[in-house]
């Protein structure tokens, strides 16, 4: 099936989402992941700044700088992502994509991170995405050598579709039914 598509529908299965029903499937996401392996290990975490619809990464922020976590936060420049770190008073602004972007100029080497928490509409089990179309994170994932990590609604996958050759998959995804990491299902 075509990505667009695919894509569109993945958007408006996510704002369909029963709010209270999008809330309990996050709570069961966020205590997975501040579980796991990934999270636990990490002293850096990429993550974004979620839309409404979309997986809200705030707990995140909130349990990452609680407990002494670097987080740092993409903004887009020339078709690539350049992280910045953010405190809890960092300020943000609107990009043209609607993405809320910072205004820290600390920036940092995104190589470095130890965690990515990567963004999507639509999943494969095998960790293959469809984002928003701009290929931002395959670009940035060529050559990342961190952790990898996606926080995925049981609805956001969907198996009509085959990946192309650059698209990278991410390493593990968290879901409110069950996780999957590289080997297969992961029961952690």
Known sequence: ?????????????????????????EQIIQ????????????????????LPFEFDTKPIFERGFHSGKQIAVPRSVRKKLHFYQVEPQTEYQLSSFGVEEPLSQKKIDALDLDLLIVPGLIFSHEGYRIGFGGGYYDRFLADFQGKTVSLVFAEQFDVRWQPDSFDIPVQKIITDKVSFGEKGVDNE
């Open 1 to 25: 099936m075509d990505k667009k598509i695919l894509r569109e529908q993945g958007l408006t299965r996510l704002k369909q989402l029963d709010p209270r029903t999008k809330q309990t499937k």
């Open 31 to 50: 205590s997975l992941l501040f579980a796991s392996k990934e999270w636990l290990e990490a002293e850096s975490i990429g993550v974004i700044r979620s």
